[in-house]
């Protein structure tokens, strides 16, 4: 059962770039059709996150992980309505895909790693600086 959420207006201004975040090595190349996550499928829409989210997001749902990638998509890409803001766990304004994205969209990606001795180090902090989020 997708997740209990509430379909709020878009922010204004829009992001121009959202972000997938995903604990496995994106194909190389990035395919035409992205493939699905287990969570993505079981929903019917893509989570993504838009820069500032990226932080709670890595803390609260990759906090046991030692390593993630980050996907950089053209918001622009999309049909408007292909792209549902819902505010989901007391989030607000989580960009929900409904359809999938591939190598045209993505502009770039990035992994994301700490070292098993900085396991308690939060992802935000490992995230600040770089300049890829934006």
Known sequence: MPP???KIA????????????TPDAPPD???EAYPLSDLDRQDGFVHLSTSWQIPITTDLFFK?????YILKLRLSNFDPA???WD????TNGCPHLYGNFGAKDVV???SFERHA???TQKWSEVLRGGGFLA
Request: zero cysteines.
């Open 108 to 110: 770039s990606v990035k």
């Open 4 to 6: 209990i959420s509430t």
């Open 29 to 31: 190349p990035i395919p």
């Open 87 to 90: 505010e989901a766990e007391g």
């Open 82 to 84: 292909s792209v549902k």
């Open 117 to 119: 001795e900085t396991e």
């Open 64 to 68: 046991d992980v030692t390593k993630f």
């Open 10 to 21: 878009p922010p204004s201004p829009l992001p121009e770039f959202v972000y997938k975040i």
